[in-house]
C-alpha cells in the first residue's frame, strides 16, 4: 500500500509499525512528500514485549512526526530521541528540517551526494568517569563517537583504552566526521569501561544535534546509570572544528 495525497483526506492522520516504515525505506518509497502535508505516527512492533526500542532513525528521515517510544527503557535509541530534543533545551516540540517540510527524500542524490561540511571531534579527556562495577573495580575507559543520520553521514569511531584510570584518563584523539546532510545529524558520545571476560558496561553518554553544536573547546556532561541521569562530576574534554 502506498499513501496518496490525493486520497487521504487533509484532517486524517496514519499510524505505521516500525516494520511497514522499515519496508517503505527498503523498497525506495519516500513518504517525505505525505508526511509534508499529513500527519503520521509510528510505533513499535508487537513483538516487543520486552518494551525494547525501535530505531527512530528510519521514521525521521521519512518525515514522520510522531515517534512512540517506551520511555520506560533506557538505551542507546531513547538516548537519540533526548538527544534530538536537546536542540530546543527539551522545551517540546522540534522542527522538522526545510528539506522534509518541502517534501523531499533526505537519501535522494540531489541532497546527500556531496559533503556539506566537515567535522572534526578530538576526544582529549575524561574527568570523574564513575565505576559501574559493584566491586568498585577501577574502570578501564573508552569512548565511542558515532554520527546518526542518512546512510551517507552515518560512522563511528571508537579510541583507545586507557587501562585503571576513571579519574582522568587522557585519549587525545581526533576523528574527522564528512557530513552530507547536516542538519539532520545528530552525534553522541558514549563511555563504556573494557571488559576482557565479558561485555563493556556502560558508564555514560551524551547525544546532541550537529546543529546545535559551536566549534570549540567543551566540558560535555556524561548521562550515567540506567536511568542516565546527569552526573554533575563526569564529563569529557572535547574540541569540536568545522572545515
Known amino acids: ?5 490525493s486520497l487521504d483526506p487533509m484532517d486524517g492522520s496514519s499510524s505505521l509499525s516500525e516494520g511497514k516504515v522499515a519496508n517503505y525505506m527498503e523498497s525506495g518509497y519516500s513518504l517525505a512528500a505525505y508526511t509534508s502535508k499529513r500527519f503520521v505516527k509510528s510505533f513499535p512492533k508487537g513483538l516487543r514485549q520486552d518494551s525494547s526500542n525501535m530505531d527512530p532513525i528510519p521514521s525521521w528521515l521519512c518525515g514522520i512526526q510522531s515517534v512512540a517510544m517506551n520511555m520506560q527503557t533506557t538505551g542507546e535509541y531513547l538516548d537519540i530521541v533526548n538527544g534530538l530534543f536537546r536542540t530546543n533545551g527539551n522545551c517540546g516540540y522540534v522542527l522538522k528540517s526545510k528539506t522534509l517540510i518541502d517534501g523531499l527524500d533526505p537519501r535522494m542524490p540531489e541532497v546527500s551526494s556531496s559533503v556539506v561540511t566537515t567535522m ?20 578501564d575507559p573508552y569512548v565511542t563517537i558515532e554520527i546518526f543520520g542518512i546512510p551517507a553521514d552515518s560512522r563511528k569511531f571508537r579510541t583507545k583504552t586507557i587501562r585503571n584510570n576513571g579519574f582522568n584518563p587522557q585519549f587525545n584523539e581526533t576523528f574527522t ?3 552530507h546532510f547536516p542538519d539532520f545529524a545528530l552525534l553522541r558520545f558514549c563511555v563504556k569501561d573494557f571488559d576482557s571476560t565479558s561485555a563493556n558496561d556502560f558508564v555514560g553518554e551524551f547525544t ?7 566549534a570549540g573547546y567543551s566540558h560535555i556532561r556524561l548521562n550515567t546509570g540506567n536511568l542516565r541521569t546527569v552526573d554533575e562530576s563526569a564529563s569529557l574534554f572535547i574540541r569540536i572544528a568545522f572545515e
Open 1 to 5: 500500500m502506498k499513501f496518496e495525497l
Open 120 to 139: 572534526l571531534v578530538g576526544v582529549i579527556s575524561g574527568q570523574y568517569l564513575p565505576t559501574v562495577s559493584q566491586a568498585n573495580d577501577v574502570i
Open 177 to 179: 566526521f564528512p557530513l
Open 208 to 214: 546532541i544535534p550537529v546543529k546545535s553544536i559551536r
